[in-house]
């Protein structure tokens, strides 16, 4: 069976469905109309159906110029292995080839690392870690 790829944002109902299979904190306690609203404000978006249901999504949020941030790459785990999350990063990473983006960055679970680098991504040097901004309230 042949699933369909579209370039539209997904309903939040059905994307809240896509992120609880992951397990991901954060997002799900999200109110759905800022969840919707994050989702329409992505530089570029892929979702992918079976039928009806939406199955996978991935999102690239990016200036369109220099840098560009690939996030929340989710495939549900019954269709892990089906060539889904492969289709899909395959679509974001042309984009930002086709739109020369220097800096193509992501964040992966650990054990996914060497899934990432058959496209051609290398782990950030030891020594140059990229970090994040957890303790909001420290200004």
């Known amino acids: 069976m042949e699933f369909l790829y ?3 944002a997904p309903f939040a109902e059905d ?3 896509l992120v609880e299979s992951t397990g991901w ?3 799900v ?3 759905l109309s800022k969840l919707r609203e994050s989702l329409i404000n992505s530089w570029y978006l892929i979702s992918v159906y079976d039928g009806k ?3 996978g999504s991935g999102r690239i949020i990016s200036d369109g110029i ?3 941030l690939i996030c929340d790459l989710i495939v549900l785990p019954e269709y892990h292995g089906r060539g889904v999350g492969t289709e899909i990063l395959k679509r974001l990473l042309n984009k930002c080839k086709a739109h020369d983006i220097v800096m193509v960055q992501l964040f992966a679970a650990k054990d996914k690392f060497n899934y990432y680098k058959k496209f051609g991504f290398e782990e950030r040097p030891f020594d140059a870690p990229g970090m994040r901004w957890i303790h909001k309230d420290m200004i």
């Open 66 to 68: 220099l840098h560009a």
């Open 6 to 8: 579209i370039e539209k």
């Open 29 to 31: 306690s999200k109110e």
């Open 25 to 27: 904190q954060g997002i």
């Open 53 to 55: 249901d939406l199955i």
């Open 15 to 17: 994307f809240i469905k």
